[in-house]
Structures are given as structure tokens and as C-alpha cells.
T-cell receptor, first 113, second 109 residues
Framework: DAGVIQSPRHEVTEMGQEVTLRCKPI?????LFWYRQTMMRGLELLIY????????DSGMPEDRFSAKMPNASFSTLKIQPSEPRDSAVYFC???????????FGDGTRLSIL | QKEVEQNSGPLSVPEGAIASLNCTYS??????FFWYRQYSGKSPELIMS????GDKEDGRFTAQLNKASQYVSLLIRDSQPSDSATYLC?????????FGTGTRLKVLA
């Protein structure tokens, strides 16, 4: 079975540019999560979806961040405009049902110069 | 108080010893508990899940849950250098997954 697929694996861009991260969850998983991981703050939940509907976006740091899930097999996390403090590893994860373990993608390592 | 707390380590154990990793959580309503392993530069990988009080064993790994004391632990028997990684504790609270900051384990050959 294919796992959670994220793209790109690495992204380096200049401050002020728009960044779009992509995620394909495991087929049949109803829940999709976006996380950000830094050394200082660890793994932070940004937003999660249930059946393509955003349920909790309280972790989204500010209005520069937005996430969409237009269908069951695709989600995007967008940062516009990007800032150096957004540099981190961004993970997408999915789970079949609430209360069950999440499966993580390989992550996108984002560097904002 | 953090919702999920772990000692950041590093926890160093000799090869072949038992490594004991601990995690405490603040919300008594938490229902599901997970241990993930994360190698440097990689994504978290699920090792164990536990939902009820007591022990759950899977190979060299044993998860222990005590809801009354609000802690969950992970024991790794016969530790190997390949077990060297950061171990993340995760707790589900009202549909929200809360991760600890992880404990770094070093198994010395």
C-alpha cells in the first residue's frame, strides 16, 4: 500500500514568496492532519480535516497560512507571504478514523531565506 | 503545565539493556495513546498504540498505561544501536492529537 505522499521533499525560497505544500493521504483514511516540526517547538498540529472538511484550524499560526482539501485524495498547505520564521519541516498525516493512529508522510523541509 | 510531557534526554543505555521511556499527560479524559519513533531527518513512525490500562507487548516493545496516574511508558528490551532515535508520546484528547516533545534515546554499542 502506498503511504502518505508529500511534495515537494525540499523547498528553498525567498521571503515574501508563496509556498504551496501538497499531500495525498492513504486511500480510505477519513482524517488528514498538517503538522509543523521545529527543534524549539517540537511537533505542532496546524489543522486537521475530516471527510475533506476542516475541523480544527486553531493551530494555524496566522492568516498567512491556509489549507484546503478539495477532495479525499489531495490537500494543500499554503503560506503567503512566507517569512524566515516559517522555516521548518511540515508533515502531513492521515488516519482511518478518530482515535486511531496516524501515518505520516516523509515531510517537506522548508527553508525561507 | 504542558499537556503531554516527556523528558527530553538524551537517555543513554548500553546495548542489550532495557530502555524505559516515560510520558505524562494532563487531561484525564484522554482515551488513546501512541508511541512513535523518529530517526533524525525522518518522519515519525508508529511503534505502539494502547487504549486500556495495563501492559501491551509487541516483540521487544512493551507499552504500559496507567490512567489513574496519567502516565504511559514504553519499555524496549534488548536495546540495539538501531533503536537510537527520538521517541514521541502522543495522546488523543477530544479528537485532537497532542504530541510530547520527545525523548532522545542513545543505545551505546
Amino acid at each position: 500500500d502506498a503511504g502518505v505522499i508529500q511534495s515537494p521533499r525540499h523547498e528553498v525560497t525567498e521571503m515574501g514568496q508563496e509556498v504551496t505544500l501538497r499531500c495525498k493521504p492513504i486511500s480510505g483514511h477519513d482524517y488528514l492532519f498538517w503538522y509543523r516540526q521545529t527543534m524549539m517547538r517540537g511537533l505542532e498540529l496546524l489543522i486537521y480535516f475530516n471527510n475533506n472538511v476542516p475541523i480544527d484550524d486553531s493551530g494555524m499560526p496566522e492568516d498567512r497560512f491556509s489549507a484546503k482539501m478539495p477532495n479525499a485524495s489531495f490537500s494543500t498547505l499554503k503560506i503567503q507571504p512566507s517569512e524566515p520564521r516559517d522555516s521548518a519541516v511540515y508533515f502531513c498525516a492521515s488516519s482511518p478514523r478518530t482515535g486511531q493512529a496516524q501515518h505520516f508522510g516523509d515531510g517537506t523541509r522548508l527553508s525561507i531565506l | 503545565q504542558k499537556e503531554v510531557e516527556q523528558n527530553s534526554g538524551p537517555l543513554s543505555v548500553p546495548e542489550g539493556a532495557i530502555a524505559s521511556l516515560n510520558c505524562t499527560y494532563s487531561d484525564r479524559g484522554s482515551q488513546s495513546f501512541f508511541w512513535y519513533r523518529q530517526y533524525s531527518g525522518k518522519s515519525p513512525e508508529l511503534i505502539m498504540s494502547i487504549y486500556s490500562n495495563g501492559d501491551k507487548e509487541d516483540g521487544r516493545f512493551t507499552a504500559q498505561l496507567n490512567k489513574a496516574s496519567q502516565y504511559v511508558s514504553l519499555l524496549i528490551r534488548d536495546s540495539q544501536p538501531s533503536d537510537s532515535a527520538t521517541y514521541l508520546c502522543a495522546v488523543i484528547r477530544t479528537y485532537k492529537y497532542i504530541f510530547g516533545t520527545g525523548t532522545r534515546l542513545k543505545v551505546l554499542a
